[in-house]
């Protein structure tokens, strides 16, 4: 969902944006699907502002809750060990096995050999991906169901904890399926955003965060002064 500029994250910004629209012209029950996170604010946003919409879970926080969960299993497992070993493998962890390197498949057997509950969380993360990779609803619910009972038998908690989320959001993270709905540009520009956040080493006021960011992303023409005018 994106907040336009308003701060926070609440079902006041879905109503703003909402009243936006109409005051646009636009007609906030032709809007049929939705993609947004896990907030339930939002969600309730949504239900309450565009009711005849379809609302699907971004697999990127799907993936993102997943991922999170690994990593605390990881670092239960590393945890005794010394500073450096405990953060064995965190990065290369966070890549795809299908586009992993034959150098970092051959360390990520040797991890997954010596932590083996963070390999096999590992590879729960991979069953998702594949998942995603389904053609068709049916083929994704069956290996999503298959996914939260190996979640929910792997007695790792982070894991379990992740497949009750799952569980609870399964319509909304399923009909991905009918509609293929991600929030893929609006994390790009979101990643922009976060890139002059970090340059400018945070802002002092809200409005300064908004400039920078209609200056990040709003493709401005900004006439410049010429000699020769």
């Given amino acids: 969902m994106n907040r336009g500029k308003d701060e926070g994250r609440s079902s006041g910004n879905v109503e703003a944006f909402s009243l936006q629209l109409i005051e646009k012209g636009g007609d906030c029950e032709k809007i049929r699907q939705v993609a947004c996170d896990m907030s339930g604010a939002y969600m309730s946003g949504v239900n309450l502002c565009f009711p005849k919409a379809t609302l699907t879970i971004d697999k990127f926080h799907v993936k993102q809750l997943m991922l999170k969960a690994m990593d605390q299993v990881r670092r239960e497992e590393q945890g005794k060990q010394r500073s450096r070993k405990r953060d064995a493998g965190k990065k290369l962890l966070m890549i795809p096995e299908t586009r992993m390197t034959e150098q970092q498949s051959e360390k990520l057997q040797a991890i997954s050999k010596e932590f083996p509950k963070t390999g096999r969380a590992f590879r729960m993360v991979q069953s998702l991906d594949t998942m995603y990779r389904c053609e068709s609803y049916e083929d994704g619910k069956v290996v999503f169901n298959k996914l939260i009972s190996w979640l929910r038998r792997s007695r790792l908690e982070p894991m379990k904890q992740v497949a009750n ?21 609006a994390e790009g520009i979101n990643s922009i955003i976060q890139s002059a956040k970090r340059r400018a080493r945070g802002f002092r006021t809200i409005e300064g965060y908004v400039a920078a960011i209609c200056l990040a992303v709003g493709k401005l023409k900004l006439s410049c002064p010429s000699l020769f005018a």
């Fill in 165 to 185: 989320t799952l569980e609870k959001y399964k319509q909304q993270i399923l009909s991905y399926f009918f509609h293929r709905l991600t929030n893929a540009i």
